[in-house]
């Protein structure tokens, strides 16, 4: 039997794939059709520290539109694959959204309905939107405030429909704004790092009082490889946060500790579909998978700024 990643040349993904390579003795099918939402060499570079892998396989392909024969020996397949991102959702962009979460995320559920391979689907908090409690639990009423959530709802409600009513053993992850080496260079770590790296300006939307659930990404790899191994997931949604919530100010102090000179903010307006606060309760990924995240913030920022030197 082998595992299958797909999006394992993403951020994530690929820290994933290690993972399951360093501590698992099944073989990795890793898929991706390496989208160009942000440059496809840093993909390439991505996948890298897993090609060399005698128990590694790579297969390019475009889940939407290609066939998904892989599922057959799968035990278990952690869906990655997705178009990420709250702020390019509006607009023309919103039809790849529709593209490479749903229809992708369909296709697969339709080949997986063969197969007695287990489901972990990443799932993320923009389906919350600016939600009704604080920290948020993972029954509290989705209501998403952008497109990209509209269209990870929309997916995860998929994969709970197969779960119900076609058998499928699934699991999802609702990751809280990951963080760390490799980051996408979308996200706003690496925007701020790069930033300070070149001596420009660090943008930031709003007035930076804003806060996230930052969760460093072995953290959230730790709790996916959690979800695919518990043999009752129960209520099967778990919420993937860093267990601190820090606002983009509390970020930019520590980073500026970190690179040794305060850094240098300019202020743009706040961003359609950003919401203004999320907060993970973490309380059933501790009790079902036995999972707490592990890396402080601080520490976690030293780590990409360390890999991003
Ligand atoms: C991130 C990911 O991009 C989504 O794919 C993921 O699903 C989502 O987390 C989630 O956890 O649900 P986001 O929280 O917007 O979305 O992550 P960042 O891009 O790292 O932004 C964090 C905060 O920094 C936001 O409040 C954003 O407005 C702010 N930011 C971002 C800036 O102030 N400046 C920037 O240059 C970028």
């Known amino acids: 039997m082998t595992v299958v990643v797909t999006g394992v040349a993403g951020f994530i993904g690929s820290h994933l794939a290690r993972r399951l390579l360093d501590q698992q003795v099944q073989d990795v ?40 024969d892989f599922v057959a020996d799968a035990s278990c397949v952690y869906h990655l694959a997705g178009q990420p991102g709250v702020r390019m959702s509006w607009g023309d962009g919103f039809a790849s959204y529709v593209r490479n979460n749903i229809v992708a995320t369909h296709r697969l559920l339709e080949a997986m309905r063969e197969s007695t391979g287990r489901l972990v689907f990443a799932s993320s908090s923009s389906v919350y939107g600016d939600a009704d409690r604080y920290p948020t639990t993972e029954d509290s009423l989705p209501q ?4 990209y959530g509209v269209t990870k709802l929309c997916s995860e409600q998929l994969v709970m429909a197969y779960a119900r009513s076609a058998g499928l053993d699934a699991r999802c992850v609702r990751y809280f704004t990951v963080y760390g080496p490799r980051q996408r260079p979308d996200m706003a770590f690496s925007r701020f790092i790069a ?8 943008e930031i939307y709003g007035d930076g009082q804003q806060t996230r659930d930052f969760t460093y990404v072995s953290d959230a790899v730790d709790a996916t490889v959690r979800a695919g191994s518990v043999t009752d997931a129960g209520k099967r949604i778990f ?23 305060p850094l240098d903010v300019r202020r743009l307006p706040p961003q359609p579909g950003d919401v203004r606060d999320t907060g993970a309760d973490l309380s059933r990924a501790r009790d079902t ?6 890396v402080t913030l601080a520490n976690g920022l030293r780590a990409q700024v360390k890999a991003s030197a």
């Open 144 to 147: 998403p405030s952008s497109p």
């Open 289 to 294: 998978l036995g999972w707490s995240p592990r």
């Open 239 to 261: 919420n993937v946060g860093g267990g601190s919530r820090a606002t983009v100010l509390d970020v930019l102090r520590i980073l500026g500790d970190i690179l040794g000179k």
């Open 195 to 202: 930033a300070a790296q070149r001596g420009e300006p660090v």
């Open 29 to 68: 099918v890793g898929i991706d059709c390496l989208t160009d939402y942000y440059e496809p060499s840093l993909k390439r570079s991505n996948l890298s520290g897993l090609l060399g892998d005698p128990r590694f396989r790579f297969e390019q392909l475009d889940l939407a539109q290609d066939g998904a």
